[in-house]
């Protein structure tokens, strides 16, 4: 049974900040990766950031870029995402992907958290 547990989502004034959090739990193998994605209404998920999780080589989107910060906690299996400087435009369902590989078999199989709602408004 495996459980992305997201958290920290909530509303927020422009400026301001929010630190997101998820949690994989029941995973058999440790994840290669973890990212964060969003989604605002009607548009497409789009990748927000992404972290791997051996050496922890981070990705970002153009928007977030000098906003946003991505980091784990490998012993936790754990991924925050610090946003700073929020902007109305940041406002979306945030949800949180790991991305394993058997170690044997090379099967990949990937895991979504339900989502977090950021809010950015004045």
């Known amino acids: 049974q ?3 547990v997201e958290s920290g989502g909530g509303l927020v004034q422009p400026g301001g900040s929010l630190r997101l959090s998820c949690a994989a739990l ?22 927000v950031a992404y972290i ?4 922890g080589n981070t ?10 910060t ?7 299996n754990t991924v925050y995402l ?11 369902v945030y949800f ?3 991305r394993t590989m058997h170690p044997t078999t090379g099967e990949e199989n990937d895991y979504w958290g339900q989502g977090t709602q950021v809010t950015v408004s004045s």
């Open 52 to 55: 791997t999780i051996g050496d």
């Open 96 to 98: 949180c992907n790991a």
């Open 26 to 47: 029941g995973l058999s193998f440790n994840p290669l990766d973890m990212s964060w994605y969003r989604q605002a209404p009607g548009k497409e998920r789009a990748l």
């Open 59 to 68: 990705n970002y989107a153009n928007s977030v870029k000098g906003r946003f």
């Open 2 to 4: 495996v459980q992305l």
């Open 70 to 76: 991505i980091s784990r906690d490998n012993a936790k």
């Open 82 to 92: 610090q946003m700073n400087s929020l902007k109305p435009e940041d406002t979306a």
